[in-house]
């Protein structure tokens, strides 16, 4: 396993935001986690890459313990992490985006050729190298923010809704990059409100409710009982993830 999280529990002020997450992922694998607005799925994808230190569990990455690790030292272990939303530095260019993306690294002509694999896998992002952030599309932020997490080559890929705010057009061409990325052995784990696309690209689904993993199965067998899963009887009207 890649990752191995056990009987994680995160806690905001005295509210348990995450109640014994347990989640095994093989290397090599996509795995999506879906489930409705605020049932937790950010906060775990936090305290996996070490904004949010857990109050208990343990999370493992190639063996190793990171659940005490901060961010900088998960990133140096191979955890990328695309955060919800255009995170990008709107004040800066494109290319100087990439730039900050690639700190760790410490050769220039290194940063020089992963920066041209970039360009070369999202020619959207080339003809706007020089261009500041703010000027993009929100769907260009989005690709962006998906390279300047690649540019390290991490080992696992953590994806918090990458369909958010990119029009069709885009959302394809960051699936075709997920699949892509999952043949040259980046192991992806993604969050994703779109239900289909979560679906169409994953090898396992977990569903998280209300702070716990209530569900591990194939797309398949997701799809099948996602009526069910969404069902809370205190809500009237139809299931939703929105």
Partial sequence: MILEVENLRVKYDKAEVLKN????IREGEIASLIGQNGSGKSTLFKAICGLIRPVKGVIRFLGGNIEQSDAEAILRQGIGYVPQGHRVFPSLTVDEN????????????????????????????TDKAKDLAAHLSGGQQQILGFARALILSPKLLL??????????????????TVMQLK???????????????????ADRVYFLKDG?????DSPLDIEEKLDFLLWNPL?????SLG
């Fill in 235 to 239: 809500s009237p009207g139809p299931p």
């Fill in 212 to 216: 716990e993993i209530v569900a591990e």
């Fill in 183 to 201: 043949c040259e052995g980046v192991t992806i784990f993604v969050i994703e409100q779109n239900v289909r696309a979560a679906l169409s690209i």
């Fill in 159 to 176: 994806l918090d809704e990458p369909s958010l705010g990119v029009d069709p057009k885009t959302l394809d061409i960051i699936l075709e």
């Fill in 21 to 24: 997450v347990n989640i095994k």
């Fill in 98 to 125: 990439l730039d900050i993306g690639a700190y760790l690294l410490h050769s220039a002509r290194l940063i020089r050729d992963r920066k041209e694999e970039l360009y070369a896998k999202f020619p959207m992002l």
